[in-house]
């Protein structure tokens, strides 16, 4: 068993918000992080803006203002550069990063990443290409984000539902693309869709209130198009999230170049749903190309693949199997995995 201590100065959360209401991928991945590594038998300490300590599955979740300890067996700080100066006796720290990393290039970033050495972990190839090969670092992993278990236990179909698509990202990441596809070429093809729109500034706490004048008018004009069968849903717990996704029949997100992962795409993946996408960013990672979804290189490959998986039955059988098959089999215990053998940790 390892002592590990993880660190976040974000927003405030712990280990219960994510039962409580939708998180973002990051402090989602963080809260499954520090979940898996105590599941496999390590001693977690969390130190973040959490409002009080606790002890949440296995976890030790403590106010950062409190303090953190200066020695673990590994130590994780999550993405800010003030973090790299504590807990400076640990054997191992690892740098976990989940947005595109020019901003490592910052020199506040930089001299520490040269004094603290720590590995930095990206979520996937494209992400690792954002840091140049010039750039400080002891060392760099890829390691994806795990899926959620709760995505995992899908059964699979034998009729295809109606045509229901889901978008459960940032709606600030081309939503109001969607709805203009949505409206003028999409739903005119499949009269019967229904765009349901998973996505609110709730997601993102007080971070949210911040963002409300950008995210306000593209979620209005998604309730606008009530009439052309936009269904703005807000977001939701992932555990009613299972539940949405087993009732839809495809994921259409066009992705983001901020984008160095993308949950929703997994999450909607691992529960049998083929997704549309653009070749932006890191999306081409998220699908197996033609088997369960597609990463279209333009709008009109985009619309066609759209249409096509929303009324070709056949079709999204076949594609649906192969999710099921091919997208579930990676979790948090795998990634957590992944965290013990850089650190060289022993069970």
Not at 112 to 139: E, Q
Request: glycine content about 8%; overall charge positive.
């Amino acid at each position: 068993m390892a002592r590990i201590v993880m660190t976040d100065d974000g927003i405030s959360f712990d280990g219960r918000t994510l039962e409580d209401r939708p998180l973002g991928g990051a402090e989602t991945s963080f809260i499954e992080m520090a979940n898996a590594l105590a599941r496999r038998g390590h001693e977690v300490l969390v130190c973040n803006k959490c409002d009080a300590e606790i002890v949440h599955k296995g976890v030790t979740w403590r106010p950062l203002a409190q303090g953190v300890p200066n020695d673990a067996d590994l130590y994780i700080p999550n993405r800010g550069d003030k973090l790299l100066a504590l807990c400076r006796n640990a054997r191992k720290v690892i740098f976990w990063i989940h947005n595109p990393a020019g901003y490592l290039l910052k020199w506040r970033y930089q001299w520490k990443l040269a004094w603290r050495r720590p590995t930095i972990v990206f979520s996937g190839a494209s992400h690792a290409g954002t840091y140049p090969g010039w750039g400080f670092a002891g060392g760099r992993e890829i390691v994806p984000y795990g899926v959620t278990d709760i995505f995992c236990h899908a059964n699979p179909r034998d009729q295809a539902p109606p045509p229901r698509v889901v978008f459960t990202s940032n709606p600030m990441r081309s939503l109001d693309w969607l709805l203009d596809l949505w409206e003028g070429r999409i739903r005119p093809a499949v009269p019967d869709a229904e765009l349901h729109v998973f996505a609110g500034m709730a997601t993102y706490g007080a971070a949210g209130a911040a963002k409300a004048g950008k995210m306000g008018p593209v979620l209005d004009r998604a309730a606008a198009l009530a009439g052309k069968g936009v269904v703005l849903r807000g977001p939701v717990p992932k555990a009613q999230l299972v539940n949405e996704l087993a009732a839809a029949r495809a994921l259409l997100y066009r992705g983001d170049i901020g984008e160095t992962f993308c949950s929703a795409v997994a999450e909607a993946q691992a529960m049998g749903l083929p997704a549309v996408l653009q070749d932006i960013a890191c999306m081409k990672e998220r699908v197996v190309e033609g088997q369960t979804g597609w990463a279209a290189k333009d709008e009109d490959e985009f619309v066609r693949r759209s249409v096509s998986v929303l009324s070709d039955d056949v079709l999204w059988l076949r594609m649906h199997r192969a999710c099921l098959q091919q997208q579930r089999s990676w979790g948090w215990d795998q990634a957590a995995a992944e965290f013990e053998r850089i650190a060289a940790l022993k069970m």
